[in-house]
């Protein structure tokens, strides 16, 4: 069956715009992740939702990053006002419940120039 | 807090070597434990799992075994081949708060 799908792949934007990364997870999973992954890098907790539970923002680096699910699906990462040290990439991933492995995306590539 | 410590890389090894990469873990609670692989320009994809204390994980010819006394989760491979050359992050979740954290990562060089 189709996996987690990230869109889009590689983001080139200008430092001071805004970027909106999307991902649709594997369908029926009910939680969500958004890790960031910098160059060389470990993964870095971002945000985390569960079915209609309120969303874990505790990575969340700055108030310029901001996350939605809509429906228990689809999920938006936001980031305004984007500055250099945002460069990364950042990954989506599902999982169907506790205990059940994570399956990530592709990732977005982004790049603030 | 709950985190994971994996041994720093890069390692490289000659193919047909044996591979260990450690992983230990600190935990509040009773986790499951994970690794999972990188390859150069993919995704992470699950390599194998264990959900209690003396519990396997087997996959592709790598094994670790759940520790609960020693709170270790060491990936092992008898004899490695070129084609695991990539990134290996060793990860666990909490049941009670479906929280994953990873370990920073250890990239693996196997030179023909």
């Known amino acids: 069956g189709a996996g987690v799908s990230q869109s889009p792949s590689n983001k080139v934007t200008e430092k001071g715009k805004d970027v909106e990364l999307r991902c649709d997870p594997i369908s029926g999973h009910t939680a969500l992740y958004w890790y960031r992954q910098s160059l060389g890098q470990g993964l870095e907790f971002l945000i985390y939702f569960q079915g209609n539970s309120a969303p874990d923002k505790s990575g969340l680096p700055s108030d310029r990053f901001s996350a939605e699910r809509t429906g228990g699906s689809v999920s938006t990462l936001t980031i305004q006002r984007t500055q250099q040290e945002d460069s990364a990439v950042y990954l989506c991933?599902?999982?169907?419940?506790?205990?059940?492995?994570?399956?990530f995306g592709n990732g977005t590539r982004l790049t603030v120039t | 807090g709950d985190s994971v410590t994996q041994m720093e890389g890069p390692v490289t090894l000659s193919e047909e070597a044996f591979l260990t990469i450690n992983c230990t873990y600190t935990a509040t609670g009773y986790p499951s434990l994970f690794w999972y692989v990188q390859y150069p320009g993919e995704g992470l994809q699950l390599l194998l799992k264990?959900?209690?204390?003396?519990d396997k994980g087997s996959n592709k010819g790598f094994e670790a075994t759940y520790r609960k006394e020693t709170t270790s989760f060491h990936l092992e491979k008898g004899s490695v081949q070129v084609s695991d050359s990539a990134v290996y992050f060793c990860a666990l979740s909490l049941y009670n708060f479906n929280k994953f954290y990873f370990g920073s990562g250890t990239k693996l060089n196997v030179k023909p």
């Open positions: 264990a959900t209690k204390a003396d």
């Open positions: 991933a599902s999982s169907s419940g506790r205990n059940s492995p994570l399956h």
